[in-house]
């Protein structure tokens, strides 16, 4: 995350029978250029600069400077109770940083959240996921929010089991979109505070044990880490695997066929260039095995 500038992104999602796959996803850097981001570039590794006394942000094509008191802190929702297991530890290392979420609160608090995509924009994403112009400018915004009642996926629960979602659906249906007026707010959930933990707590992972296949793919991408990142003192704190489908299925895979498909990820990059092309029909777990003996 950190000395990136897609460390804080924008994204889109696209839901429409005219997609091709019914779904389309976009995403912007909010900050194109990584000189505008609060970091010290000295070093071999960028080092994060806001402290809760002090920080720097660019936005409107200049630089603010800002010295918060505590009770402006508390008012953006920056307290240490506020964040989540691994954000906490890391406060606790160093109790006067300025977290990186913490810092996305303050801006979105005090400048009210500037980071909403334009309509115009918004109809340059619905251009690109249609391929259609006409289609695009000929669509309304009928609806605009930034509360409701958002499903919890971690109880299975479906964002047609929310009134919300819902309405939302008769709202595009029919275009009427006084029936927002309908939905019984006091179920509204989007605020992030109402997620702080919870994913978490539900999931039950925090104290799982991590598989074999979670063991082998972290014990090779964390020497990956160290040699393009961290150096030979560098240190990976190994967590639960999180890829677009279940790590076991993607062991299960022809090596080659992950090679292919995810040849623009740096880590598979690494992997050809230090170990070379996987066998003819190697799965990705063996592969992964003779390349973390090597």
Same mark, same amino acid.
């Given at each position: 995350?950190?000395?990136?500038?897609?460390?804080?992104?924008?994204?889109?999602?696209?839901?429409?029978?005219?997609?091709? !796959?019914?779904?389309?996803?976009?995403?912007?850097?909010?900050?194109?250029?990584?000189?505008?981001?609060?970091?010290?570039?000295?070093?071999?590794?960028?080092?994060?600069?806001?402290?809760?006394?002090?920080?720097? +942000?660019?936005?409107?094509?200049?630089?603010?400077?800002?010295?918060?008191?505590?009770?402006?802190?508390?008012?953006?929702?920056?307290?240490?109770?506020?964040?989540? #297991?691994?954000?906490?530890?890391?406060?606790?290392?160093?109790?006067?940083?300025?977290?990186?979420?913490?810092?996305?609160?303050?801006?979105? !608090?005090?400048?009210? !959240?500037?980071?909403?995509?334009?309509?115009?924009?918004?109809?340059?994403?619905?251009?690109?996921?249609?391929?259609?112009?006409?289609?695009?400018?000929?669509?309304?915004?009928?609806?605009?929010?930034?509360?409701?009642? !958002?499903?919890?996926?971690?109880?299975?629960?479906?964002?047609?089991?929310?009134?919300?979602?819902?309405?939302?659906?008769?709202? %595009?249906?029919?275009?009427?979109?006084?029936?927002?007026?309908?939905?019984?707010?006091?179920?509204?959930?989007?605020?992030?505070?109402?997620?702080? #933990?919870?994913?978490?707590?539900?999931?039950?992972?925090?104290?799982?044990?991590?598989?074999?296949?979670?063991?082998?793919?972290?014990?090779?991408?964390?020497? +990956?880490?160290?040699?393009?990142?961290?150096?030979?003192?560098?240190?990976? %704190?190994?967590?639960?695997?999180?890829?677009?489908?279940?790590?076991?299925?993607?062991?299960?895979?022809?090596?080659?066929?992950?090679?292919?498909?995810?040849?623009?990820?740096?880590?598979?990059?690494?992997?050809?260039?230090?170990?070379?092309?996987?066998?003819?029909?190697?799965?990705?777990?063996?592969?992964?095995?003779?390349?973390?003996?090597?």
């Amino acid at each position: 995350m950190y000395g990136s500038v897609d460390c804080f992104v924008r994204y889109f999602t696209l839901y429409g029978n005219c997609l091709e !796959h019914g779904w389309f996803v976009k995403s912007d850097a909010l900050w194109e250029n990584k000189a505008e981001l609060p970091f010290d570039y000295a070093p071999d590794i960028p080092r994060w600069l806001p402290t809760r006394q002090h920080f720097r +942000y660019f936005w409107a094509s200049k630089w603010w400077e800002v010295s918060p008191t505590p009770q402006q802190l508390y008012e953006a929702g920056i307290d240490p109770d506020l964040l989540d #297991e691994v954000d906490r530890e890391e406060w606790q290392e160093n109790p006067d940083t300025l977290l990186p979420v913490e810092w996305l609160r303050y801006l979105c !608090h005090h400048l009210d !959240h500037p980071f909403f995509a334009s309509e115009a924009r918004l109809r340059e994403v619905v251009r690109e996921a249609v391929g259609d112009p006409e289609i695009a400018s000929s669509l309304q915004i009928v609806l605009q929010t930034r509360e409701w009642e !958002h499903p919890d996926y971690v109880a299975d629960e479906l964002p047609s089991d929310t009134e919300s979602f819902r309405v939302i659906a008769e709202i %595009i249906a029919t275009g009427d979109a006084s029936l927002w007026a309908c939905v019984d707010r006091t179920r509204f959930n989007s605020h992030w505070r109402y997620w702080v #933990e919870k994913e978490r707590a539900q999931s039950g992972e925090v104290d799982a044990p991590l598989s074999e296949d979670e063991q082998l793919f972290w014990q090779v991408y964390a020497r +990956y880490l160290q040699e393009t990142v961290g150096g030979s003192e560098g240190t990976v %704190i190994l967590t639960r695997a999180e890829t677009t489908q279940p790590l076991e299925l993607l062991m299960e895979l022809p090596a080659r066929v992950v090679v292919r498909e995810g040849w623009a990820d740096e880590f598979v990059q690494w992997l050809v260039a230090c170990f070379g092309e996987p066998a003819e029909g190697e799965l990705l777990r063996d592969w992964l095995r003779r390349c973390s003996e090597r």
